[in-house]
């Protein structure tokens, strides 16, 4: 449409009064120079003059596309249309626009694109974007539209004070003009439609009616808009599941450390919000640093995949820069807040960023930072959007990864632990040296009661590693286990009891020998396989043991508890055993096939949990029941497996059955322990039992017969009923009884 400047229509204007000046009056008073302008050129089909209005004239051509008389067609184009490149979707809107002023007899219209985070305005023209002012109130029509985000219709530009500049980029103030942002649910502005009609008698100015029908246009193109961001989100979903299942697989099946996690959470979100580059921060809380290892350079390798540099790793504090913010920043020299320090380490220039935070548990555990958005020149809400929705899975692939790596970390620290305990807890080789020369007793130094239940190993601490070469050979012969090993193995495992009262080495080998005795006791009863799993559970029932009780550990809640959720020291006893077991020379099973191996294992393990004995109640109900119908018998095998771990009760409290002197002597090193774990309680505010009160030491006789007729009694009648030859202990049990009975009434008259 021809055109021109303001005070071109005025000269204009006066010449043509000149030439008529029967006519000034009445075009004085009722007619504009654009009005005039263009009566003139309709009526003589000359162009006044040849500047152009640089605005979309709405004269063009009908879009073929929208001649579609098929409408499903048509929005299934234009959806595909309006498509995730920003080029596209504008030249899409644009189209859209032509039509829609065409439909309200627009002289012409324009599609502006805010830009600078709404700051700015830019005229699309021809696939371009133009620059032409600032957003605000007080400037042009759009420039208003766009800081209201609102729709705008004005009827008489030329009297409207609010727009002192007009509409870009012409001096035409004597028009009618529609704005109409199109606002997406993400809040963000995809463009803006001005449409412009120019004030004349034949056209009256664009009216409400005329802004309901563009609000439909546009209201649906914003609607397509929109469906066509679903689509990109379920498309982005899409990604990420597959995403996290490639992430899980690598976790799960390669252990992915930490490092390669980071590589994909930056080369997934640097795609998902169409970022020119990206890195990751994780947080260091005890140093209060945001530190990096990886940064994106830019390159690309053969398969197209984004390049990782490993540098010196970057810190800083959390305070400074933009990294330990979450922001959206648009200029990133302007705010104070940036740091320049990584582009200067870089080489690369930041224009614009996008911080997101990583939660887990309520707090911050890394912050991805995407730099330079290629989809426009700042990253948007819609963006922020897709983030959030994929920082949940950040935070599990970091946090496992982080999880991980502390593991591995702990895995080396115990693979350390583990090699300075096999030094300390292995026997000392020129022990090994003089047990292997001289294994065995000369006949008159064994002692004479070493095969019956009375035998007290106390006098002989010093050769009880000969008494147990002794016994397995008497049981298995010579050729069962290697020497050496069997050497060894006994030297270690007298090695891992600790020096405390009861709970020590000694007590280890009265178990084994009180088994002993029941299996030599018992003929036919045991094959040489349960024997074998017998007698070493019983030297090993209570290897590493502190002391303490099971209660003890799970009421001060220590790390034993917490490994163990039943039978705490027991459980102990057993790893302790497999860890000795499995040393190199000191694996006397080494003559077993692997299924055996394993076999044996369970029963070790079955036997040693036995000594548990809150698990013996329920056992030795049990087998009493089994026993007064009728229905006991040792060729079942669950009844059979009962019978072994009420064996190892029964040879654990052996030391009440033994000799009086010797009970006595083993009452005080039972007690000597108590009293420690008694102490312990108090200085940690608990109230100990009272048989672990050293306050009642002169209970003890009372004590003590008490726990024989309520514990051990039931224990050897049920066991001798079971094992005939195993009477000795119920006798040596029901002796010590009376003695203990005895001297408690005793000390009872005399505190009288």
């Known amino acids: 449409m021809p055109c021109c400047g303001g005070s071109s229509y005025h000269k204009f204007k006066e010449k043509l009064i000149e030439d008529h000046k029967e006519f000034e009056k009445l075009v004085l008073e009722n007619f504009s120079a654009e009005e005039i302008l263009v009566l003139?050129?309709?009526?003589?089909?000359?162009?006044?003059?040849?500047?152009?209005?640089?605005?979309?004239?709405?004269?063009?051509?009908?879009?073929?596309?929208?001649?579609?008389?098929?409408?499903?067609?048509?929005?299934?184009?234009?959806?595909?249309?309006?498509?995730?490149?920003?080029?596209?979707?504008?030249?899409?809107i644009s189209r859209a626009a032509g039509v829609c002023a065409k439909a309200v007899s627009a002289d012409s219209f324009s599609v502006y694109i805010p830009i600078q985070n709404d700051t700015e305005v830019a005229r699309y023209e021809d696939g371009e974007l133009v620059i032409v002012g600032a957003v605000g109130k007080g400037r042009t029509v759009v420039a208003h539209a766009i800081n209201a985000k609102t729709t705008l219709l004005v009827e008489n530009l030329k009297q409207d004070a609010r727009f002192p500049r007009g509409i870009h980029p012409t001096d035409i103030t004597d028009c009618s003009v529609i704005c109409i942002p199109i606002i997406l649910p993400s809040d963000d502005i995809a463009a803006v439609i001005e449409l412009v009609r120019v004030r004349s008698i034949s056209k009256p100015p664009l009216s409400e009616a005329d802004l309901?029908?563009?609000?439909?246009?546009?209201?649906?193109?914003?609607?397509?808009?929109?469906?066509?961001?679903i689509k990109r989100v379920l498309n982005t979903q899409q990604e990420l599941n597959d995403f996290l299942l490639e992430t899980t697989k690598d976790m799960f099946d390669e252990m992915t450390n930490v490092d390669n996690v980071v590589q994909k959470i930056i080369m997934f979100t640097k795609n998902l919000v169409k970022a020119d580059r990206c890195s990751m921060f994780l947080v260091d809380e005890d140093k209060r640093e945001l530190y990096a290892d990886y940064f994106d350079v830019g390159n690309l390798d053969a398969e197209g995949q984004p390049i990782f540099e490993k540098r010196s790793q970057i810190r800083f504090h959390t305070s400074k820069g933009i990294a330990g913010y979450v922001v959206n920043i648009f200029n990133a020299y302007a705010d104070e807040r940036f740091n320049p320090d990584i582009d200067k380490a870089t080489g690369y220039h930041t224009r614009n960023i996008l911080c997101m935070p990583?939660?887990?548990?309520?707090?911050?555990?890394?912050?991805?930072?995407?730099?330079?958005?290629?989809?426009?020149?700042?990253?948007?809400?819609?963006?922020?959007?897709?983030?959030?929705?994929?920082?949940?899975?950040?935070?599990?692939?970091?946090?496992?990864?982080?999880?991980?790596?502390?593991?591995?970390?702990?895995?080396?620290?115990?693979?350390?632990?583990?090699?300075?305990?096999?030094?300390?807890?292995?026997?000392?080789?020129?022990?090994?040296?003089?047990?292997?020369?001289?294994?065995?007793?000369?006949?008159?130094?064994?002692?004479?009661?070493?095969?019956?239940?009375?035998?007290?190993?106390?006098?002989?601490?010093?050769?009880?590693?000969?008494?147990?070469?002794?016994?397995?050979?008497?049981?298995?012969?010579?050729?069962?286990?290697?020497?050496?090993?069997?050497?060894?193995?006994?030297?270690?495992?007298?090695?891992?009891?600790?020096?405390?009262?009861?709970?020590?080495?000694?007590?280890?080998?009265?178990?084994?020998?009180?088994?002993?005795?029941?299996?030599e006791t018992s003929p036919n009863v045991f094959t040489n396989f349960e024997k074998m799993a017998l007698l070493i559970a019983g030297i090993c029932h209570d290897v590493d043991h502190r002391g303490y009780n099971n209660a003890f550990f799970t009421k001060l809640n220590l790390p034993l508890a917490n490994l163990y959720s039943t039978s705490v020291m027991e459980q102990h006893h057993y790893k302790q055993t497999v860890t000795i077991l499995q040393q190199e020379g000191a694996d006397i099973f080494n003559f077993l096939k692997p299924e055996e191996y394993r076999n044996m294992l369970k029963l070790i393990r079955h036997h040693i949990i036995a000594t548990d004995l809150a698990l013996y109640f329920n056992t030795q109900k049990s087998i009493a029941g089994s026993l007064d119908k009728g229905t006991f018998t040792l060729?079942?095998?669950?009844?059979?497996?009962?019978?072994?771990?009420?064996?190892?009760?029964?040879?654990?409290?052996?030391?009440?059955?033994?000799?009086?002197?010797?009970?006595?002597?083993?009452?005080?090193?039972?007690?000597?322990?108590?009293?420690?774990?008694?102490?312990?309680?108090?200085?940690?505010?608990?109230?100990?039992?009272?048989?672990?009160?050293?306050?009642?030491?002169?209970?003890?006789?009372?004590?003590?017969?008490?726990?024989?007729?309520?514990?051990?009694?039931?224990?050897?009648?049920?066991?001798?009923?079971?094992?005939?030859?195993?009477v000795p202990l119920l006798k040596g049990c029901k002796k010590n009884k009376e003695l203990w009975a005895n001297l408690a009434r005793k000390l009872d008259e005399d505190h009288e």
């Open 40 to 92: 003139y050129e309709k009526k003589t089909g000359k162009q006044v003059f040849n500047k152009k209005i640089n605005v979309s004239p709405c004269d063009l051509p009908l879009e073929k596309s929208y001649l579609n008389y098929n409408t499903r067609d048509l929005a299934r184009e234009f959806v595909r249309s309006i498509s995730d490149q920003e080029g596209d979707r504008r030249k899409e």
């Open 212 to 229: 309901q029908f563009a609000n439909a246009i546009v209201g649906w193109m914003a609607a397509c808009i929109h469906e066509n961001d």
């Open 358 to 519: 990583i939660f887990s548990k309520d707090r911050v555990i890394g912050v991805v930072q995407m730099i330079n958005s290629l989809s426009g020149d700042h990253f948007t809400h819609a963006d922020e959007t897709a983030f959030n929705m994929f920082a949940v899975y950040c935070a599990l692939a970091i946090q496992y990864s982080i999880v991980y790596k502390m593991l591995k970390q702990q895995q080396n620290q115990y693979k350390v632990a583990v090699e300075l305990l096999q030094y300390h807890i292995n026997c000392q080789e020129d022990e090994l040296e003089a047990l292997v020369k001289k294994p065995h007793l000369a006949e008159k130094h064994i002692p004479h009661s070493l095969h019956v239940y009375d035998f007290v190993a106390y006098p002989h601490e010093f050769v009880l590693p000969q008494l147990v070469i002794n016994l397995m050979e008497e049981m298995f012969g010579t050729k069962q286990f290697e020497l050496e090993k069997l050497c060894r193995f006994i030297l270690t495992v007298r090695r891992n009891y600790r020096p405390i009262a009861y709970h020590n080495w000694t007590h280890g080998f009265h178990v084994m020998h009180s088994l002993w005795c029941m299996i």
């Open 635 to 726: 060729a079942n095998y669950n009844l059979k497996m009962e019978t072994k771990a009420l064996m190892m009760t029964a040879a654990d409290l052996c030391a009440v059955a033994k000799p009086w002197e010797s009970q006595q002597l083993t009452a005080k090193y039972i007690y000597e322990e108590f009293y420690v774990q008694g102490d312990e309680e108090k200085r940690q505010g608990m109230k100990p039992l009272p048989m672990m009160d050293r306050e009642n030491e002169r209970e003890i006789p009372q004590q003590q017969a008490g726990f024989i007729g309520f514990i051990c009694m039931p224990l050897y009648e049920t066991l001798e009923r079971c094992l005939p030859g195993t």
